[in-house]
Nanobody, 124 residues
Framework: QVQLVESGGGLVQAGGSLRLSCAAS????????MGWFRQAPGKEREFVAA????????DYADSVKGRFTISRDNTKNTAYLQMNSLKPEDTAVYYC?????????????????WGQGTQVSVSS
């Protein structure tokens, strides 16, 4: 069992930055690939970014490439999502998730554990 707690969300103006954190507890953090997803009102949950267990491989949704960076620190049991050049369309609840696999995955159903989410709101 893994417990995930997101933090770092908030309200920011367009063009601004936020850094989300996902603190994990329970089983060995380094045993899981980690991902970030988001869900806007009335929309399905969508993939944002993912990182492999070691942190050596990452993947991003086309809509955030070049603006967002996913990383992890296995010594601190924490994953991060650095979000730069934020746009109003980035507004959503952001969730971190853990998958019992080595490599990254962008598929929601591949993830075994989810956090409660943190709200990110970007004003124009």
């Amino acid at each position: 069992q893994v417990q995930l707690v997101e933090s770092g969300g908030g309200l920011v103006q367009a063009g601004g930055s936020l850094r989300l954190s996902c603190a994990a507890s329970g089983r060995t953090f380094s045993s899981y690939a980690m991902g970030w997803f988001r869900q806007a009102p009335g929309k399905e949950r969508e993939f944002v970014a993912a990182v492999s267990r070691s942190g050596g491989s990452t993947d991003y949704a086309d809509s955030v490439k070049g603006r967002f960076t996913i990383s992890r620190d296995n010594t601190k049991n924490t994953a991060y999502l650095q979000m730069n050049s934020l746009k109003p369309e980035d507004t959503a609840v952001y969730y971190c998730a853990a998958a019992s696999r080595t490599g990254w995955t962008s598929t929601v159903r591949d993830y075994d554990y989810w956090g409660q989410g943190t709200q990110v709101s970007v004003s124009s």
